[in-house]
């Protein structure tokens, strides 16, 4: 079992930045991939970025692509989204998911088996 806990989101104005941090419980974090996905109001939740357990493999939306980083500290138990040039349409809550034992870095949501509660990111025009 796997417990996430999002932070970090907030309120910002376009073309600024905020970093999201997703921290797991457990002692096994680097056999997890990780991803982080978002949902806005009356849409479907969409992947955003993707990484496998020792962070080889890396997979980001083309909404995301040039303008997100996602990285991970297995030391720490940490999976990371820096977020640069925020737009409008990145309002959204964020969800950091994790995969079972052994996953990779895939761009699904059927992939993941352990979600956290998720943070609100609002960007201002």
């Known amino acids: 079992q796997v417990r996430l806990v999002e932070s970090g989101g907030g309120l910002v104005q376009t073309g600024n930045s905020l970093r999201l941090s997703c921290t797991a419980s457990g002692r096994t974090f680097s056999r997890y991939g990780m991803a982080w996905f978002r949902q806005s109001p009356g849409k479907e939740r969409e992947f955003v970025a993707a990484i496998s357990g020792l962070g080889v493999s890396i997979t980001y939306a083309d909404s995301a692509k040039g303008r997100f980083t996602i990285s991970r500290d297995n030391a720490k138990n940490t999976l990371y989204l820096q977020m640069n040039s925020l737009k409008p349409e990145d309002t959204a809550v964020y969800y950091c998911?994790?995969?079972?034992?052994?996953?990779?870095?895939?761009?699904?949501?059927?992939?993941?088996?352990?979600w956290g509660q998720g943070t609100q990111v609002t960007v201002s025009s």
């Open positions: 998911a994790a995969t079972p034992p052994g996953g990779g870095a895939g761009m699904t949501r059927h992939y993941y088996e352990y």
